[in-house]
């Protein structure tokens, strides 16, 4: 059995180019690969798509040295159509992709994986059964369940059963008093690759204000319950407290977000031109 599932994962597909072409199309597939790295031996700095999705905004992120995005589609307008044009920026512009989705219904993720989405942020993950649903539908067997379709651009990928389920990286997010108890359980569950804190439906759920101390004591309290091995992530609202996090061992961090940095750099603008006109 165990044979077999190994020989399963190391399939080589009848339809792969060895073309340089083809190197360059694999590489922008695996991008997760890099970000897992970045993580474990540093820190990784993304950001969220939610007001602006557009492919121009994906490359002035990675213009301006973000490590990664996430495409949200939980609050935002962005459909699979546009989803799709969002993925294929990201991948030419060679910044790596997560997209968190609205919900974690029975193949959507599946779905999103294979438009070639480097990974996923699920939302509102509570308890561990949640966190083993969203790893079954991002990972192949033996991890999970997730369906395989050799579209194309799998053409570039000698190996893409084994290529796709290193290169994935699953991130669920713990946003609720449930969650917090939980911890533990849900990262540990296999196919996870990180915890990541959402300071603001935290904060509701707590019945706190957003940015209340209570809420990020609770979230140093998550880590230390995560075990070595799965990373930490957070939502960061000021880019000066990044530091403090990475020190808390929170090496997966999304700052602001593209409607919120447009907004503070037109206000910056706005505000100079304003003082250099004072008489």
Same mark, same amino acid.
């Given at each position: 059995?165990?044979?077999?599932?190994?020989?399963?994962?190391?399939?080589?597909?009848?339809?792969?180019?060895?073309?340089?072409?083809?190197?360059?199309?694999?590489?922008?597939?695996?991008?997760?690969?890099?970000?897992?790295?970045?993580?474990?031996?540093?820190?990784?700095?993304?950001?969220?798509?939610?007001?602006?999705?557009?492919?121009?905004?994906?490359?002035?992120?990675?213009?301006?040295?973000?490590?990664?995005?996430? @495409?949200?589609? /939980?609050?935002? %307008?962005?459909?699979?159509?546009?989803? +799709?044009?969002? =993925?294929?920026? $990201?991948?030419? *512009? &060679?910044?790596?992709?997560?997209?968190?989705?609205?919900?974690?219904?029975?193949?959507?993720?599946?779905?999103?994986?294979?438009?070639?989405?480097?990974?996923?942020?699920?939302?509102?993950?509570?308890?561990?059964?949640?966190?083993?649903?969203?790893?079954?539908?991002?990972?192949?067997?033996?991890?999970?369940?997730?369906?395989?379709?050799?579209?194309?651009?799998?053409?570039?990928?000698?190996?893409?059963?084994?290529?796709?389920?290193?290169?994935?990286?699953?991130?669920?997010?713990?946003?609720?008093?449930?969650?917090?108890?939980?911890?533990?359980?849900?990262?540990?569950?296999?196919?996870?690759?990180?915890?990541?804190?959402?300071?603001?439906?935290?904060?509701?759920? @707590?019945?706190? /204000?957003?940015? %209340?101390?209570?809420?990020?004591?609770? +979230?140093?309290? =998550?880590?230390? $319950?995560?075990? *070595? &091995?799965?990373?930490?992530?957070?939502?960061?609202?000021?880019?000066?407290?990044?530091?403090?996090?990475?020190?808390?061992?929170?090496?997966?961090?999304?700052?602001?977000?593209?409607?919120?940095?447009?907004?503070?750099?037109?206000?910056?603008?706005?505000?100079?031109?304003?003082?250099?006109?004072?008489?």
């Amino acid at each position: 059995m165990g044979e077999d599932s190994n020989s399963v994962r190391q399939w080589k597909s009848p339809f792969f180019s060895g073309l340089a072409s083809a190197r360059d199309v694999a590489d922008s597939l695996t991008l997760g690969r890099g970000l897992r790295k970045k993580v474990r031996s540093a820190w990784a700095m993304g950001t969220f798509v939610i007001d602006l999705p557009e492919a121009s905004t994906i490359t002035a992120l990675s213009l301006a040295g973000f490590d990664f995005v996430v @495409l949200d589609m /939980e609050h935002s %307008s962005i459909g699979f159509t546009r989803l +799709a044009e969002l =993925i294929n920026a $990201a991948r030419a *512009d &060679g910044i790596a992709c997560l997209v968190r989705p609205w919900n974690r219904d029975a193949g959507l993720i599946g779905k999103i994986l294979d438009l070639g989405a480097h990974g996923i942020m699920a939302p509102h993950v509570d308890t561990p059964e949640i966190a083993q649903q969203v790893a079954e539908q991002a990972r192949f067997a033996p991890l999970g369940k997730r369906g395989f379709s050799p579209v194309t651009k799998f053409d570039a990928l000698e190996e893409p059963l084994a290529a796709l389920q290193e290169a994935t990286y699953v991130v669920v997010q713990l946003e609720g008093r449930t969650a917090i108890q939980h911890a533990a359980e849900i990262a540990s569950v296999p196919g996870i690759d990180a915890i990541f804190v959402g300071p603001y439906d935290l904060a509701l759920s @707590l019945g706190v /204000e957003p940015g %209340s101390e209570t809420v990020f004591s609770e +979230a140093r309290r =998550i880590a230390d $319950a995560v075990p *070595d &091995g799965v990373g930490l992530g957070i939502y960061v609202d000021n880019p000066a407290d990044c530091g403090d996090w990475v020190r808390n061992g929170f090496a997966l961090q999304c700052v602001s977000f593209d409607g919120r940095m447009l907004a503070d750099a037109a206000r910056s603008v706005v505000r100079k031109a304003q003082e250099s006109a004072e008489p």
